[in-house]
């Protein structure tokens, strides 16, 4: 039989019985109120530790709790998180990583010119492709070309008004060896765009000698090609 819990004067105290009515316990509390616990699953609006997540409004607050503990980590996976990567080319990816990637396009198309800015100086802007009307599958080189007079980056300004994908190459030498590396990137058809460090890494090198090569896999039927060479005078 359990027993009542009295006080120092013998008088019973504020109790419960427990749920096996094993025995009374006093109750307790703070601040005018009692704690009180309750017991998982007693509650239909609050719902159970077990309780189903759901989506809208007709489900406890423990389904709808979990149901937005979802859509969070959904949120935070799209987001990324700070030390994402860039997402490089046309990778998907989170937000900061795509921002990352955007960043870092844009800080290579500007640096040449914010050199230049910077400066006060007249870029360096070597033609070695000018409106070239191309109608076949041949290699069309530049020769090669002395660019000791341009300092730091590098960039091509491509002008591909051909109605085929272009190939740009890059070769490398020094003053005496002519049988350097070849870099190598795609320009679209139809398109003007800026090569940079980004695409051809190597335009970030101190380079002495370079050869430059367009070329179609499929022959154009209409369109011109003009490619520059373009960089700070150092």
């Known amino acids: 039989m359990a027993l009542l819990v009295k006080d120092d004067a013998g008088l019973p105290k504020p109790q419960y019985e427990r749920e096996d009515g094993t025995a009374f316990e006093p109750l307790r509390g703070a601040d005018g109120a009692m704690y009180i616990r309750i017991k998982d699953g007693f509650d239909a609006a609050l719902g159970a530790t077990a309780s189903i997540e759901s989506a809208s409004g007709d489900g406890t607050l423990i389904g709808i709790a979990k149901n937005l503990r979802t859509r969070l980590a959904d949120v935070q996976s799209g987001v990324g998180r700070p030390s994402d990567a860039a997402a490089p080319g046309t990778t998907d990816g989170s937000i900061i990583a795509l921002l990352k990637q955007v960043r870092a396009i844009l800080t290579d198309v500007w640096d040449p010119i914010n050199q230049v800015i910077r400066a006060n100086k007249k870029p360096i802007e070597i033609i070695t492709h000018d409106y070239i009307n191309v109608r076949d599958t041949a290699a069309y080189n530049s020769g090669a070309i002395n660019v000791t007079g341009i300092a730091g980056r590098k960039y091509f300004r491509v002008l591909n008004g051909c109605d085929q994908e272009l190939t740009l190459r890059l070769y490398v030498y020094s003053q005496t060896d002519l049988e350097g590396p070849v870099y190598e990137v795609k320009i679209p058809a139809s398109t003007s765009t800026l090569v940079t460090v980004t695409q051809m890494p190597v335009l ?26 373009c960089g700070l005078p150092g």
Not at 205 to 224: C, I, N
């Open 204 to 229: 970030a090198e101190p380079l002495t000698q370079v050869e430059v090569q367009v070329r179609y896999s499929v022959a154009p039927t209409s369109g011109t090609v003009k490619v520059q060479l």
